[in-house]
């Protein structure tokens, strides 16, 4: 069955260092979506992704993050200077109508 | 502020119940309603979603939406060990491109 995978697992970085994520959504999908959860919160919408072009994107998506999908599978997300709260989990998903969420990012911030 | 509303739990019952998990929302333009299952440190995993009023079955889960209420329920039928989990309602809205989940209830079923 198809799946959205993620890379890393796990990453951890010092605070003001760039990091990406990647994600590789089910490949007949054209809908791309990056979520976050912090510990013990809800998970929350950054943002979404169509025809190469963002759709919509949430406070929380500022000038210090960026999607892109550099070829025909992968899909990232940069966060340029990260801060000690954008530490939690980053999850991708992807849709043709219904979502579909990758295993997720942990990233650790210190 | 559209928001998603569920009641955090934990939510106990014993093995073979039926476990009931409740959700409302406050955008009345919200069209499409989901239900994703999280395992602690895990991502949300799809279980159902609906779109007309009334109830949809797949084997022991029950969706139950009545957008006049703006509620949204789960009905997981012979609850099993298994099901111990975070249970996560998420709205779509057709206007905007994004799901909007509720903090989610905590399920624990007792062998």
């Known amino acids: 069955e198809p799946e959205v995978t993620q890379t890393p697992s796990h990453q951890v970085t010092q605070m003001g260092q760039e990091v990406i994520l990647r994600c590789v959504p089910i490949?007949?999908?054209?809908?791309f979506y990056w979520y976050r959860q912090i510990l013990g919160q809800k998970v929350e919408f950054l943002v979404s992704f169509y025809n190469n072009e963002i759709s919509e994107k949430s406070e929380i998506f500022d000038d210090q993050f960026s999607v892109e999908r550099p070829d025909g599978s992968n899909f990232t997300l940069k966060i340029r200077s990260t801060k000690l709260e954008d530490s939690a989990m980053y999850f991708c998903?992807?849709?043709?109508?219904?979502?579909?969420f990758g295993p997720g990012t942990r990233l650790t911030v210190l | 502020q559209k928001e998603v509303e569920q009641n955090s739990g934990p939510l106990s019952v014993p093995e073979g119940a039926i476990a009931s998990l409740n959700c409302t929302y406050s955008?009345?333009?919200?069209?499409?309603f989901f239900w994703y299952r999280q395992y602690s440190g895990k991502s949300p995993e799809l279980i159902m979603f609906i779109y007309s009023n009334g109830d949809k079955e797949d084997g022991r889960f029950t969706a139950q939406l009545n957008k006049a209420s703006q509620y949204v329920s789960l009905l997981i039928r012979d609850s099993q060990p298994s099901d111990s989990a975070t249970y996560l309602c998420a709205v779509w809205m057709d206007s905007s491109y994004k799901l909007i989940f509720g903090s989610g209830t905590r399920l624990l079923v007792r062998p």
């Open positions: 955008d009345r333009g919200s069209q499409s």
């Open positions: 490949s007949n999908h054209l809908y």
């Open positions: 998903a992807s849709s043709e109508d219904t979502q579909y």
